[in-house]
């Protein structure tokens, strides 16, 4: 069987970075993702500046890209009514059909060995039910050498370090068992998100987000003059619309007079929307059975705050020291689990819980309220805008 230093399950922003990052610094790696680049995904597509300098020591010439800067955020409450503030850090649009293709085809030039369209099916320890226990993995603590075996219907492949960066939710998810998968619905776990990509006249240095009842809708400019418009609801909402789209869109973003002049008037470059269901906010673990994970798999925080990507790609950055260390054996596998869950929670978990709390006050009847509050004090949604950002990594 063939052995690699790293496998990684996932080929979004997190496990691509990862791969590349490690590619960079001499170690094999297998990378799996079940879909062909390149291709679309739900995402609001504007990326934090706190990942620019990473995405371009990836290899990524983001400077030559002529990609639309963003710096102001303009939010509409459930009557239109548009607020204006500053974004203090600031991000860019790209999409993910060009973002995720160009650090697909880095990470080969590396020699980072891809393998697209291929669904892990399991990870196992080497030696053990493999074949026959492929959806499991033992919760035996490994240690030193020993490997674990990613396997999918063509590839079997043993390494010494397995990273799960599969995203939101993945059949490896309900395999494991994991325990944001048992969690009943409720409030911060089943939202659906939509996204089109279209042509509209916005300002291309300003990110919209639009609130309708239970749900707000991003809209910025990404490359080639293209706009993405996401948005993110209740499955509720759906339910209550005969499960269709249009009938969601006319019925309860467009009560939004904002929406519902984009809606009418925005050419959609692709017909059928991008659609995503079973969201989940909740909070998740960062390690279970020896498999480091990274991105929305070790925790989500809401588009709300818009810079999930980011937090994708700066944990592949300390996954990846921690699992550098691990590889070169100045440090136990155990120490190297527990370094990278403590680093994790350090940067992030208070991101994440911001997160949920400022999701609760948005999409509901105080929505107006809020935002109004927020912007008659600058200093109060500066702190609440900076507490949900990250710095440069
Ligand atoms: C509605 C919405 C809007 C958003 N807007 C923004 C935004 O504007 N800005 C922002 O920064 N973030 C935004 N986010 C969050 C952002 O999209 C995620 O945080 C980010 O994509 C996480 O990256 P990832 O690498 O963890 O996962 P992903 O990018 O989801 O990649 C995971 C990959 O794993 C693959 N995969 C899954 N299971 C398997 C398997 N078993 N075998 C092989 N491959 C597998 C999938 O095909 C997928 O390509 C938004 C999220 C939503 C839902």
């Not at 997190?14 to 679309?40: C, D, N, R």
């Not at 983001?62 to 500053?86: C, T």
């Not at 089109?196 to 300003?206: G, L, Q, V």
């Not at 909070?283 to 588009?303: C, H, R, S, W, Y």
Request: glycine share 10%.
């Amino acid at each position: 069987m063939q052995e690699v230093d790293i496998a990684i399950i996932g080929g979004g922003l997190g496990g691509l970075t990862m791969a590349i990052e490690a590619a960079q610094h001499g170690y094999s790696v297998m990378l799996f993702e079940k879909e062909q680049y390149p291709f679309h995904k739900v995402c609001g597509e504007y990326i934090s500046y706190e990942s620019w300098d990473y995405l371009e020591r990836c290899g990524i010439p983001l400077s030559k890209m002529q990609l639309p800067s963003i710096h102001k955020l303009a939010i509409s409450d459930l009557r239109g009514k548009v607020y204006d503030f500053d974004l203090p850090l600031g991000g860019f649009g790209i999409s993910r059909y060009t973002l995720d293709h160009a650090l697909a085809n880095k990470a080969i030039e590396l020699g980072v060995e891809l393998k697209m369209g291929e669904k892990v099916k399991g990870v196992s320890d080497k030696g053990e039910g493999i074949g026959n226990k492929v959806e499991g993995v033992s919760n035996k603590q490994k240690e030193g050498g020993e490997r674990q075996v990613v396997e999918t219907d063509k590839t079997k492949v043993a390494a010494r370090v397995v990273i799960g960066a599969f995203g939101k939710r993945s059949n490896l998810d309900i395999g494991w068992k994991r325990k944001f998968i048992k969690e009943k619905p409720n409030k911060i776990n089943n939202y659906i998100g939509v996204k089109y990509h279209i042509y509209y006249p916005n300002k291309s240095d300003t990110i919209a987000l639009h609130n309708f009842n239970n749900g707000y809708c991003g809209m910025s400019s990404i490359e080639d003059g293209k706009t993405c418009l996401c948005y993110l609801t209740t499955a509720e909402n759906l339910r209550r619309s005969n499960n269709q789209i249009s009938v969601l869109e006319k019925n309860i973003l467009a009560a939004n007079p904002q929406l519902k002049m984009i809606l009418e008037n925005a050419e959609r470059i692709y017909a059928q929307p991008q659609v995503i269901s079973q969201i989940s906010f909740a909070v998740k673990e960062q390690v279970q059975n020896n498999i480091l994970f990274i991105g929305d798999a070790a925790g989500m925080i809401t588009p709300l705050c818009g810079n999930g990507m980011s937090m994708a790609m700066h944990a592949a950055h300390i996954a990846f020291h921690y699992t550098a260390q691990f590889l070169q054996d100045r440090i136990s596998r155990k120490a190297m689990e527990m370094m990278y869950t403590k680093a994790w929670n350090k940067e992030f978990a208070f991101r994440t819980s911001t997160g949920r709390m400022v999701q609760r006050f948005f999409g509901g009847a105080a929505t107006g309220t809020v935002i109004n509050l927020l912007h008659k004090s600058p200093a109060l949604s500066k702190k609440i805008i900076s507490l949900t950002h990250g710095k440069p990594f």
